[in-house]
């Protein structure tokens, strides 16, 4: 079979297309042909040797992947072949809390992943897609999905009362877009691009921002919220909005902190959470409980991901350049035929 490994942590040119053995599951595994894969901002730290020591090279990168139950081990009652399935994220993160242990089975990462033509999973680390949900669209879920799930249903309990702002038009802001929607939240989104505001805009974000325009957004947050500030922000951007995102959310208010798209290392003056009350949790994706009951609110909704490209087997590198540039809104796909 084929399948991509990163050979170093050089960069995406460490990308190599290679020949390996088809795998065969043992006792509890399932062998999975992957329709479809999607990328990450977190697939570009891996590939740069920026995610951290818990990576090792040479590896099979991407932890999104969805695909056709093909053959099943000793044991296998979960999934029977022919289902429908995408892998986990943690694939030992079952339920409960993450633990050292968990964060070690992070896909694509502390083991290998998913951009191969087949791949073998425990039956425990795989969730049944969505009827509705094509391969490339089931593909999106695991860890761009799951971590908007968490930060905002999980453990952001929201209410049809609350006003959520959403940082960018990147895979997990729209998919909070979306959940925030779909439990009938106030959402306000932002952008450096007007065009990407508009789609924001069809998707049902109440409010929008060019933080291009407007580099106090903060305070266009602070006046669109009657001079309160919003309930709830989705921090994906890091250390360089982190400190505008404690000014825009109300006093009492939660952040949820995610990712590091602005880069890290700045020093944060953390007053504000102090004198704000303020909750500010940290969200590294979900469980496999978490996931699935997202694919039930997923299949309730008829809710569809938005995918912004869809490129081959063959094109992964492109893919993986076109992610970097940051010119997606919503997912970036790479489909496996």
């Known amino acids: 079979m084929k399948a991509y490994k990163i050979q170093s942590n050089t960069g995406i040119d460490a990308l190599k297309l290679v020949d390996r053995p088809e795998p065969k599951p043992a006792t509890g595994q399932v062998l999975i042909k992957v329709r479809a894969t999607s990328l990450n901002y977190r ?63 992070d896909l694509g990462g502390g083991i290998d992943g998913v951009l191969a033509e087949y791949v073998v999973l425990h039956q425990e680390g795989l969730v049944i897609l969505p009827d509705h949900l094509s391969y490339s669209e089931g593909a999106t879920l695991p860890c761009a999905a799951v971590t908007a799930w968490q930060a905002l249903v999980t453990k952001g309990n929201i209410s049809p009362n609350d006003s959520v702002l959403l940082l960018g038009t990147g895979g997990v802001s729209i998919f909070a877009l979306q959940f925030a929607k779909i439990h009938g939240a106030r959402a306000i989104v932002t952008s450096s ?14 409010e929008t921002i060019n933080y291009k325009t407007t580099p106090d957004w903060e305070k266009q947050v602070y006046a669109l919220t009657n001079r309160t500030g919003v309930d709830r922000v989705v921090e994906v951007g890091g250390a360089g909005t982190f400190p505008k995102s404690l000014q825009a ?39 496999r409980e978490m996931f699935e009951a997202m694919n039930q609110a997923i299949a309730q909704h008829q809710l569809q991901p938005i995918i912004d490209r869809v ?26 035929e």
């Open 43 to 105: 697939d570009l730290l891996v590939a740069e040797g920026a995610y951290g020591s818990g990576v090792k090279y040479p590896l099979i990168p991407l932890s999104d992947g969805a695909g056709e139950v093909v053959a099943v081990g000793e044991g296998v009652t979960r999934v029977k072949i022919g289902d429908r399935v995408a892998g986990i994220f943690f694939q030992n993160w079952i339920y409960g809390s993450l633990s050292k242990e968990k964060m070690k089975s």
């Open 249 to 287: 959310v109300r006093i009492g208010g939660q952040i949820s902190y995610i990712g590091v798209l602005s880069g890290r290392g700045n020093e944060i003056d953390p007053t504000p959470i102090l004198f704000k009350s303020l909750t500010v949790q940290g969200i590294y994706v979900g469980s």
């Open 311 to 336: 490129f081959s087997f063959t094109e992964a590198r492109e893919a993986y350049l076109y992610l970097k540039s940051a010119a997606h809104f919503g997912k970036v796909v790479v489909e496996i």
């Open 193 to 206: 691009s007007d065009e990407k505001l508009a789609r924001a805009k069809q998707l049902g974000a109440d």
